[in-house]
Structure formats: C-alpha cells, structure tokens
C-alpha cells in the first residue's frame, strides 16, 4: 500500500471535524452535519489502526508522522465538540447593523427580563408554513438568549389535533405563550405580535389610559382612523392598554386611569384641573402631553412650571424639500439612554413640530431631560418665514421631546411644582 495512502484518513478525519463545527454553526441542514460526523469518526478509527504500528516504531519517520497527525485529529476533535457545547449552552449573535434590524427591542428585553418562573412559546404551523415557521425558529433563538425560563415547542395542528384543540388554535399558524393553566395567542408571528401576547400573559389587568376631549382635543374615534394617532393606539392596545375618552380630569379619576392623554388640547383649561393633574403626579400618575401652536397659553404655563419650556417656533426639515416633501415635516430620533429608547435611537418623522427645553430644578425636586431630537440639518424657525436668520433662528439638532421626573415631592399643589412623572412631546 502506497505510504500517502496510509496516511489520507487522518487528514480527513480533520477535514470531516471541522465540516461539523461549520455546519452546526452556520446552521447547515441536519444531514451535513451528520455526514460530516460519521465520516470524521470512520477516518479516525481507521487512520489510528492503521497507524497502530506507529506506537512500536516510533523511531520510524513515517510512523512519527502519522501519529503526530492522529494525536492532531484527536485534539480538533475535542475542540469542535467542546466549541459545540460551549455554544448550545451559551447562544450569543451579534447585530452588527446600523438599525439593530436583527435585535429584540428594548421593550422585548425588558419584558423578558422580568421573568421569574417558566413560560412556554409554543408554535403552531401546518406543512405550508415554512416561511413563518423559520421566522418564528429566528426569533426563538433571540428569546431564548435573553431569557433561561423561555421553552420553546413546535407542532403541526393537524397532526396534533388533541393538543390544537386544547389551546383553542383556528388558524394553519398561531403562536401561543402559555404558564402554568393560563395561554395567550397570536396569529402574528412577528416580535411584535409574541411579546404583546406575553405582556396580556403576564399582566392580565389592562391598564386604562384616560384621554381627555373637554378642550378641543382630537376626538378618540381619530386614533381609529388611518394616520399617525391610529397607529400609536394600535401600540398602545398591543401591549395591553385600554382606553377611555374622559372630558375632565379630577381627583375621582386618580385611581381609574394609569396614563392621561392630552393630545392639541386647545381651550384654557380650568385651574382645579391642572391641580387635579399635578396631585396626581405627584402621587405616581404619569401624563403625556402632544401640544400644538394653537394650544390655550394656559397650556404653556402650565408645562413650563412642570419643567418644560415651549416656544413659538415651526421646525424645518430642508431635506424633505429636497426630496419633495413638506419642509415643515422633520425627522426625529429618541435619544438612546432614556425611557423611550434604552439601547438605541429610533427614528420617527414630526410634523409642523416646535422646540422645547428640558428644564431642571434647581432645587432637586425634578429632572428634565432630551427624549427627541431632529437631525442636524434641521432648523426652528422662530419668525416663522421659513426662512433661516442667522441670530434669530436656532440649528439643529433640536429638542422636540423632554421627559421631567418629579424626585420628591413639592411643596405647592399646582403644576408649577412636584409630581412623579411628566412627559412632552411636540407634534
């Protein structure tokens, strides 16, 4: 036998190592791998019996080789199986997009974050469904980095129709998040749709969002309508809020309503309001506000005392018109860091949008700070002739958004002071 011969199964025992560990890693099709694998371990048996002389006549030069190469094959073979071990205990992935395209989002991780006792995710998908089906396998596998007490299952409906009937499936794909004997589901196997599904699994009590419509507001019936109100309800109710149209807020209201609404409210409100609405933040609410340039002065006093300056300006976005669009419709970006965006800035777009500033108290009683900003191409037009005066008019970046948190209580009961918490933002 030709001396090249003898050692060709060692190298290729090598070879079939390290095929393995690509195909487990690059998730290959499962029959690869395990080619992959037998081929190496035959190799391997049959390249050390034939090198079996070698432990007697090491002095030989080609004995040496061929047991240098078998004591090589060993060591690959130890370190592809350790990598994969390591790997299936320890998943990690890298999103190394500008967007974070392939990343859960901040609202997912905290979700999942929270988790202290297991929670199953079962998918539901019938032989046709293969595309969902491999977007819900891709999403698992985020899930499950983030969380230990994630468990994922899979089955076919109808070839499990006992199992489909006990979660109450009526579509050829659903996804169920299920612990312990109670289940939520969804058809939308997107991120999205599966954390919503965990957020009604975990918190069964809707939260009521009160909107207010005694000042001129937009009508609720508006955020069902097609634009950009009908998809922040849409939002909204995904993650399990509830709302309810209120014409006045006062103190009966405090216990009903977890988050109040005001969006372009534009009559004076009364003062035993504003007072309602600054008691109750003072006592934990939360309100958000979307203020607009007809908005009463009232408004403007009473955000300024809570910590967030307005001013009389329209925002300018001269890339839009240069690809045709309204000027006076900017792109904006929350700012990474704060409640709206932990670990990455999202962009969004603002219409006919004024700046405001975030204002801290000097006093410790409150913290203001940038939630939204415009790019840097932008500008406020403070005279607004849409045109840029070089002393009066402001460049961007510009803040369009501040969040205020109330650290201790005031001393006053009106908004000119204390709260828990108060949100801004310009549309």
């Not at 560990?21 to 049959?46: C, D, E, R, T």
Request: net charge neutral; charged share 25%.
């Amino acid at each position: 036998m030709k001396r090249w011969i003898r050692h060709l199964p060692l190298p290729l025992a090598v070879v079939g190592m390290v095929l393995f560990g690509l195909a487990q890693y690059l998730k290959w099709p499962g029959w690869i791998g395990l080619s992959a694998f037998v081929l190496a371990a035959v190799m391997l048996v049959v390249g050390l019996l034939m090198e079996l002389e070698a432990f007697a006549l090491l002095q030989r030069r080609g004995a040496r080789f061929g047991f240098s190469v078998a004591v090589a094959a060993l060591f690959v073979l130890a370190i592809v199986v350790s990598a994969n071990v390591i790997a299936s205990r320890h998943a990690r992935r890298w999103d190394l997009t500008e967007l974070q395209m392939f990343s859960l989002s901040d609202q997912t991780r905290k979700v999942l974050s929270q988790l202290s006792e297991p929670v199953r995710i079962i998918g539901f998908f019938t032989a046709d469904n293969r595309v969902n089906e491999r977007r819900f396998d891709d999403l698992m596998k985020e899930y499950r980095a983030v969380s230990p007490y994630i468990t994922v299952e899979k089955y076919d409906p109808t070839l499990y129709p006992t199992l489909a009937q006990q979660f109450q499936i009526t579509a050829a794909q659903m996804v169920v998040v299920a612990r312990k004997d109670r289940f939520e589901k969804t058809q939308d196997v997107t991120e999205a749709g599966i954390t919503s599904a965990l957020i009604r699994l975990l918190y069964p009590e809707k939260p009521v969002v009160c909107y207010l419509t005694g000042h001129g507001e937009l009508p609720l019936s508006a955020f069902q309508q097609a634009g950009a109100v009908s998809g922040f309800r849409r939002v909204a109710e995904r993650e399990n809020y509830e709302f309810k149209e209120i014409p006045f807020f006062d103190e009966s209201r405090e216990k009903e309503c977890r988050v109040v609404l005001i969006v372009g409210p534009k009559y004076e409100p009364p003062t035993k309001e504003t007072d309602a609405l600054s008691l109750f933040l003072q006592k934990g609410g939360r309100v958000w506000v979307n203020i607009e340039a007809d908005a009463h002065p009232r408004w403007i006093e009473w955000l300024q005392g809570l910590g967030v300056r307005v001013y009389q300006d329209v925002v300018v976005d001269p890339v839009q018109a240069m690809v045709g669009s309204d000027p006076t419709v900017a792109q904006m970006n929350t700012r990474p860091g704060s409640p709206l965006s932990v670990q990455r800035s999202t962009p969004g777009f603002i219409a006919y949008g004024q700046t405001v500033q975030a204002l801290s108290d000097v006093a410790g009683s409150r913290e203001a700070e940038v939630a939204l900003t415009t790019t840097q191409y932008s500008w406020a037009d403070r005279n607004r002739n849409l045109n840029f005066d070089e002393g009066t008019d402001e460049k961007g970046p510009l803040t369009v958004g501040a969040l205020v948190r109330f650290t201790k209580p005031s001393e006053k009961p009106t908004g000119t002071a204390g709260g828990k918490e108060a949100k801004k933002e310009e549309t």
